[in-house]
């Protein structure tokens, strides 16, 4: 975090509305775009983005700001797009059960779980298996010992004999690979990946 940034945040955690004015000029519309990645639906997106930069506000005493002031702010979103994410499945889960039994036995299996949220997830993986090894094989390696063995960038780099900015261009590169073969999956394969 650069000087002018924790002035920023210094300026926030007393409540200075110039501060806030700053951060939400400055970051409003990029933190907007990302959500809508996560949620495919700019309206939520920037409900979601509004949301987080009022509970900021309303709790600006307690900012704890270790990264870049961007990074924070996105994690926040991010973190909010995948809660939202997570309380609509569970709803669509809760009303599938309220569906009264009929006929047909397939509607819930023998351990209580829901057969779609089962079909999802197992249809998600294999997507995602797929594009994964449809990555060239040095990009593939990359991204596997970041997102599966949680390996920092400058591990990999010294493990492969590569540059952390070798890494990190492979790591983006995965990354646009899976957006354009997963398509309608990439919400659902970037909260399974925890992407950071």
């Not at 300026?11 to 970051?27: E, I, M, P, S």
């Not at 600006?60 to 309380?87: A, G, P, Q, T």
């Not at 509607?107 to 779609?116: F, K, S, Y």
């Not at 079909?119 to 094989?137: F, G, S, T």
């Amino acid at each position: 975090m650069d000087y002018s940034e924790k002035l920023v945040v210094n300026g926030l955690r007393k409540g200075d509305t110039k501060a806030f004015k700053y951060l939400y000029d400055t970051h409003y519309q990029v933190l907007c775009h990302f959500a809508s990645r996560y949620l495919r639906d700019d309206y939520l997106a920037e409900s979601v983005v509004g949301d987080v930069m009022f509970h900021l506000w309303e709790n600006h005493e307690r900012i704890e700001v270790e990264v870049s002031l961007r990074s924070y702010l996105i994690r926040c979103v991010r973190n909010s797009c995948l809660d939202h994410l997570r309380k609509n499945r569970e709803k669509y889960e809760i009303a599938t059960e309220a569906i009264p039994p009929s006929s047909d036995k397939t509607m819930v299996t023998g351990n209580g779980e829901q057969p779609l949220g089962q079909l999802l997830d197992k249809e998600l993986a294999e997507k995602l298996d797929e594009a994964i090894a449809a990555l060239p094989l040095e990009c593939r390696t990359v991204f596997e010992l970041s997102r599966f063995a949680g390996k920092k960038h400058a591990e990999i780099a010294l493990e492969l004999g590569i540059s952390v900015n070798t890494v990190k261009y492979h790591i983006k590169h995965a990354l646009q690979m899976l957006n354009e073969r997963l398509g309608r999956y990439i919400v659902m394969a970037l909260s399974l990946l925890s992407i950071q």
